[in-house]
């Protein structure tokens, strides 16, 4: 007996649709609540049954959706949230979770799922310390701008290195208002604070750059240090399942996207498409292209000439993630080891 089916998960509840290849039959309904537990109850009903496959949008809840159906021996299929609403085509009428359930049961039935890259358990730990790393240093960042804001609105000129030890002196010689110094005294206990807890959390980022075979490779790359390969190797993941570099630049969501019909044409933008994460890190590493010592400075001076902004850094990130594409291709397997096991391997 084949079973295939979708499932739409929300956090209040899962919402299933799958067809029995042999009878014609197809069941729906809810799993309440959407939790770990009650789903592996739920599959228990498949108990001894063999070729199941589930397909599951790879938004927020995935993981512990997919952990369980691999555990339960039922073969997990991670749709693309993006490329799965474009299967849907234009909507003919109200988008329901029953309707997206029975996307994903037909899309897999078809074998027209758009499928995205399940990572190991190892990755996804790597994935979301990054991801907390990126929040904390953004709200830092936020703290800091509502200083500057603060200054400003006081008539004060901008002050500069607010982090370093002269630009807390000259902080505090500020001529603020009382609700303007407790709030300048705020951001930086807030700061403080954030910054106990950013520390930690790079060093950890920075070992697994050092150590894990596939981020350690793409530290060859001019501006990728341990602390960038490490976030960029999460994010990016498998390159294998591209077929070329210019998925890989699409996945980074690095691609610049254009709307044209019968002659008119706007301006092209960023897609902006998948993980800001992996945005956020290649747009740092390029940003060494402004070094002479750069092996990407003249392309990026040249750049820099022709169109300004940040365009110059963003073409230097699209050749970064081209590089780091054929880098882990090259590596194979190895690219995914946990850290450590490369060397005892090779002591085995």
Do not use: N
Request: aromatic content about 6%.
């Amino acid at each position: 007996m084949t079973i295939v089916g979708g499932f739409d998960v929300h956090r209040a509840q899962i919402t299933f649709d799958y067809l029995d290849t042999d009878t014609g039959e197809v069941t729906r309904g809810e799993i309440r609540p959407a939790t770990r537990s009650v789903l592996r109850t739920w599959v228990g009903r498949f108990a001894g049954r063999s070729d199941l496959s589930f397909a599951v949008e790879g938004c927020t809840g995935w993981r512990f959706v997919v952990e369980e159906l691999a555990t339960a021996a039922i073969s997990p299929h991670l749709a693309e949230p993006a490329d799965t609403a474009t299967a849907r085509g234009r909507k003919k009428r109200a988008k329901t979770d029953r309707t997206d359930a029975r996307l994903l049961r037909e899309l897999l039935c078809q074998r027209r799922l758009p499928e995205s890259w399940i990572a190991p358990s190892h990755v996804l730990e790597v994935r979301t310390l990054a991801r907390l790393y990126v929040a904390l240093m953004d709200e830092r960042r936020t703290w800091r701008q509502r200083i500057h804001a603060q200054l400003f609105h006081q008539g004060l000129p901008a002050l500069g290195g607010l982090l370093t030890e002269d630009g807390r002196r000259a902080l505090g010689a500020a001529a603020l208002s009382p609700a303007g110094r407790q709030m300048v005294d705020t951001a930086l206990a807030a700061i403080d604070q954030l910054s106990e807890l950013v520390t930690p959390l790079r060093a950890q980022l920075q070992t697994v750059g050092r150590h894990q075979p596939g981020a350690r490779s793409l530290t060859t790359q001019y501006g990728i240090g341990p602390l960038l390969a490490a976030i960029i190797w999460a994010e990016l993941g498998d390159c294998r399942r591209f077929r070329s570099s210019d998925q890989a630049v699409r996945f980074s969501g690095l691609d610049i996207t254009v709307w044209s019909s019968d002659g008119k044409r706007s301006a092209g933008h960023l897609a902006r498409q998948g993980s800001p994460m992996l945005r956020w890190a290649l747009f740092e590493a390029a940003m060494s292209a402004t070094h002479g010592t750069s092996p990407d400075h003249d392309y990026y001076a040249q750049t820099t000439d022709r169109l300004g902004g940040k365009r110059p850094a963003l073409s230097v990130a699209r050749k970064l993630v081209r590089r780091c594409y054929h880098t882990l291709r090259e590596l194979g397997d190895e690219a995914w080891s946990t850290v450590g096991s490369s060397s005892e391997q090779r002591a085995a």
